[in-house]
């Protein structure tokens, strides 16, 4: 899972920072494995940019449905006219390959050590144990600084690289499908916003089944409520698919 501010500055990236954590809390209410990859923090407590692993019993199943646009409107803590903003932050969820069906050839790759950056006081800047890996053939790159080994910071960054090429290829092979789903849940791309979040009226929208609910606080503590959401998005996305098939049927048998 990525996570990264959007349009808004400070208040995004505050925005960001909340469903990060949210994710996490997510992920220790369904027993998941939750791993930090990278976490690049902003002045004000907030997040530009994050990168988790996430591990569990179908966590892929539940999460794809909160890749896209998220949207927050409310008044930031900076506010001093009580305005009401409008700021976004973008969630990608990549499918980690189980078993390694892509062939990567070490002479299409790229490795660089650096100096790891941000907070972390007396550990950063001592050794080259920041690790970032491009992939020469796609331009893709993976990095990570999160642990103190370089070892260890390579084999994360390998498996993100991994995660990325996997996405790349399995987006190929869903355009070369000779027939398009009308709502792409858990696939649609990051310009359009897939939920809203309005602190002022208390109420989370999800744009792509039209279903509002109260109780921003207890939703963004990411339990019962976020989890009542996803498994509806499941099950449209399952009639969708059912739809899809009887309606391919019929178009077969009637030519």
Request: glycine share 6%; net charge positive; with cysteine.
């Amino acid at each position: 899972m990525e996570v990264t501010a959007g349009v808004g500055g400070q208040e995004a990236m505050l925005f960001t920072s909340e469903i990060f954590d949210m994710y996490q809390r997510y992920a220790a209410y369904k027993k998941w494995k939750f791993e930090v990859l990278e976490y690049f923090p902003s002045e004000l407590g907030g997040l530009r940019h994050a990168v988790a692993s996430i591990a569990g019993v179908e966590a892929y199943k539940y999460m794809k449905f909160e890749g896209g646009v998220h949207r927050v409107q409310r008044v930031p803590k900076t506010e001093k006219q009580g305005r009401i903003h409008t700021s976004t932050m973008t969630v990608a969820i990549l499918p980690q390959p189980t078993e390694m069906r892509l062939q990567i050839s070490p002479k299409d790759l790229r490795i660089e050590t650096k100096r790891a950056s941000g907070a972390g006081g007396q550990h950063v800047n001592t050794t080259d144990s920041a690790v970032r890996i491009v992939h020469i053939p796609t331009g893709i790159v993976a990095e990570c600084q999160q642990e103190r080994s370089q070892i260890r910071n390579k084999e994360k960054a390998m498996q993100m690289l991994c995660a990325k090429l996997y996405n790349t290829k399995l987006e190929e092979e869903t355009k070369k499908r000779n027939y398009a789903r009308k709502i792409q849940i858990g696939t649609k791309g990051r310009s359009e916003k897939i939920r809203t979040y309005n602190f002022p009226q208390d109420r989370i929208t999800d744009h792509r089944i039209s279903r509002s609910v109260h109780h921003v606080e207890s939703f963004m503590l990411g339990e019962e409520m976020l989890d009542e959401m996803i498994q509806t998005l499941r099950e449209y996305a399952d009639y969708e698919s059912l739809m899809e098939i009887i309606s391919e049927n019929e178009k077969n048998n009637s030519s």
